[in-house]
């Protein structure tokens, strides 16, 4: 989890802030994506749509996108400026955002493997088991350990 506020210096405009809050769980904080989860970069997305093509996937979500409709039209606005690059001072505008707005201060970096130094899973192996089931009682007969650690 990280925090999401504006920094000191005001470099983090109101739609930086509305795309941590909405978009940067499956987009990465910074715009990356998530290739293993198929979440797209959006960092050349200027390049591929226009601002009413942005504001249409949005409103309609695609795919594994879902919809972000409900937010505000002003809020949707300073978002798009910001994922064509354009920054919006912070200053210049009156509504509140994070916490003043009800919104929460915090946001995750995205859908992150908890993993060892090595890239292993981070909880106590087994990872994998074979169980076998007696279908008629429910039961649980045997289970061994599956898989090795060398990929
Ligand atoms: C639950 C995960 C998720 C969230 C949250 C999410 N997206 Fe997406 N987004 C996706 C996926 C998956 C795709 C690819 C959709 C497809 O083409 O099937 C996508 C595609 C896009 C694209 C098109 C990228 C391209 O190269 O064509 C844009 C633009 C975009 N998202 C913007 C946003 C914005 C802005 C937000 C926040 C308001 C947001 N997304 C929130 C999952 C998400």
């Given at each position: ?7 000191s ?9 509305v795309?941590?809050?909405?978009c ?6 910074e715009?990356?994506g998530?290739?293993?989860?198929n979440?797209?970069?959006?960092i ?26 409900h937010l ?5 606005d300073d ?14 505008r ?23 130094q090595?890239?292993?899973?981070g ?29």
């Open positions: 989890m990280v925090e999401v506020k504006p920094d210096t005001g470099k983090t405009g109101e739609g930086e802030m795309y941590r809050v909405n940067a769980a499956c987009h990465g904080l715009r990356q998530t290739a293993t989860a979440y797209p970069s959006l050349s997305v200027s390049d591929k749509y226009t601002r009413k093509g942005i504001l249409d996937l949005i409103n309609t979500g695609r795919g594994f996108m879902p919809s972000f409709k505000q039209e002003q809020k949707k978002l798009i400026s910001f994922l064509m690059g354009q920054r919006i001072n912070p200053g210049l009156q509504e509140g955002t994070g916490k003043d707005a009800g919104i929460s201060p915090y946001t995750h970096t995205g859908y992150n493997r908890f993993t060892d090595n890239g292993y899973p909880v106590k192996p087994p990872w994998g088991i074979i169980s076998a089931i007696d279908l008629n009682k429910g039961t649980i007969l045997w289970q061994v350990p599956l898989g090795n650690m060398l990929n």
